[in-house]
């Protein structure tokens, strides 16, 4: 299936829920300036060969690849291959990681988020006013939705702030009116 990248602004092809999530994840971090899918296909002497799912660059020049895999699917076969994925990474100064899924709140609000990728063509207009409400210190969810006039122009570009990372939000836990939201860090820092 073919999934939408905003860091790329192209669709990449990926073949399961779980790269799709792994995915939207790297897509969702500011530090992550690239983003491939099936990269490279490594081959080794005794005819092994593996297609890492993604590849991510940050914006250290980070280059790292990786397998998504559920942890009930990680047999002797994967583990064998990423091994080898690693320490080929680890030769030529990449990095090599396992995803095995984010908890399943995570991976809900990830999902809601993703559909806010997309800037409004008013956020210029409304990102000063929603970023001085955090001026001094966190608010919750519920102040800065309470901002919106009815029309939903302040909490399209919220949830639009959330998901660029301007904004943070936990994805770990349940949102609410009580979320408490601020702003986030330099990318980099």
């Not at 593996?50 to 990680?74: F, Y």
């Not at 207009?125 to 006039?149: I, K, N």
């Not at 122009?153 to 959330?162: A, D, M, P, V």
Request: hydrophobic letters at 40%; glycine letters at 6%; one cysteine or more.
């Amino acid at each position: 299936m073919r999934a939408l990248c905003s860091t790329t602004n192209t669709a990449l092809l990926v073949e399961s829920g779980l790269e799709y999530e792994l995915l939207t994840w790297l897509d969702h971090r500011r530090d992550i300036t690239w983003v491939a899918a099936q990269p490279v296909e490594l081959s080794w002497s005794d005819k092994v060969r593996h297609t890492p799912d993604l590849l991510s660059v940050d914006v250290r020049g980070a280059v790292t690849l990786w397998d998504a895999r559920s942890k009930e699917r990680q047999d002797d076969d994967f583990w064998l291959k990423a091994r080898r994925t690693a320490k080929e990474c680890e030769r030529v100064g990449w990095g090599h990681e396992v995803f095995e899924g984010l908890s399943e709140i995570a991976g809900l609000n990830l999902r809601w988020l993703a559909g806010a990728r997309r800037a409004p063509q008013w956020l210029d207009a409304v990102r000063p006013q929603l970023l001085e409400q955090l001026a001094d210190g966190p608010r919750t969810l519920g102040e800065l939705m309470a901002l919106d006039d009815g029309r939903g122009f302040q909490t399209s570009c919220l949830w639009h702030l959330i998901w660029t990372q301007e904004l943070v939000v936990d994805l770990d836990h349940l949102w609410d009116q009580d979320t408490v939201c601020r702003r986030g860090q330099a990318v980099g820092a």
